[in-house]
């Protein structure tokens, strides 16, 4: 591979588990037995991490005190990128066992859940936001407005009026090979997305408190989703979703856990989100500083 002998290629993955992802690869590589690979300079190939988050102006100012009312799915309608069978699937159990919580009324026959418009909060709204077919599961046909292939400007006032990002990552390599733009889109527009320990970890810039609600890898988005908007876990923590006779509140830490994601609440401070951003476009330059001077990361 001459690029890399001569120095003439470098990386810019958007995620740390992408440059994780590449290191591992060409570390193999440099290791080969073919002296033809080996004698490549695999190893010596620079990667460095770049945050793809642009400085969007206007943003909407938001209620620090409303209730999470607001959620967004966005990216391919694919189900092997966006696991939309089982966030849509847990959402319409959740709304059956509980509707209220949700701001609608039970079924009562009909064929879908109706808003509660006398509820003294506004009823949960799902934008599901991307291109591609989708099935909706017709109980939430009030819930759930699906948005195909919007223009630029509607797409950004569209994310930007969202109170949370649901990512509804399935396994595409997300976490390993390949970085999500929605990710980057989240940060930039000021909305905090629903991550665990382990999306936080792998996309590196994301691993603060300021940008993401973390919820705990054994609540699902849909059961954070409502803890978050009720500030209440009791349901989740007296379940026992495997049926072996224990309780959620019996796996070691997981209440603790639980507590901690309600108490910090959903909704971010608009001057802790900007000072994050500026830390992290700083972050940038010094990358793009190395890029000009081609010095190792």
Request: charged share 25%; net charge negative.
């Amino acid at each position: 591979m001459d690029w890399a002998r001569r120095g003439a290629i470098r990386l810019f993955p958007i995620g740390e588990h992408v440059k994780t992802s590449f290191r591992r690869v060409f570390n193999e590589r440099a290791d080969s037995t073919d002296v033809s690979i080996y004698t490549a300079g695999y190893e010596s190939i620079p990667i460095d991490v770049y945050a793809p988050v642009l400085n969007i102006p206007d943003l909407p100012q938001k209620d620090l005190g409303r209730v999470l009312s607001k959620a967004v799915i966005q990216g391919s309608f694919d189900v092997g990128r966006r696991d939309y069978p089982r966030f849509l699937a847990d959402l319409v159990s959740s709304f059956h066992e509980d509707p209220e919580s949700w701001g609608y009324h039970p079924l009562e026959g009909r064929a879908y859940f109706v808003p509660n418009h006398r509820s003294p909060e506004p009823p949960f709204e799902l934008a599901i936001v991307g291109s591609g077919a989708l099935q909706i599961p017709q109980v939430l046909a009030y819930v759930i407005t699906v948005y195909h292939d919007v223009d630029y400007n509607q797409f950004y006032k569209l994310i930007a009026s969202m109170d949370i990002v649901v990512p509804a990552f399935a396994d595409f390599g997300y976490y390993e090979d390949q970085a999500s733009s929605t990710i980057a889109l989240a940060v930039e527009l000021d909305i905090p997305i629903l991550a665990t320990k382990r999306m936080r970890q792998a996309y590196g810039y994301i691993d603060d408190d300021r940008v993401v609600v973390t919820r705990p890898a054994a609540m699902r988005e849909v059961q954070a989703l409502k803890a978050l908007r009720t500030r209440n876990s009791t349901h989740f923590l007296a379940s026992d979703p495997a049926g072996d006779g224990r309780k959620m509140a019996d796996i070691p830490g997981l209440e603790t856990a639980v507590q901690k994601m309600i108490t910090q609440g959903w909704a971010r401070q608009k001057e802790a989100v900007t000072q994050y951003k500026k830390e992290l476009w700083e972050n940038n330059g010094k990358v793009v500083e190395r890029l000009l001077g081609f010095d190792q990361p």
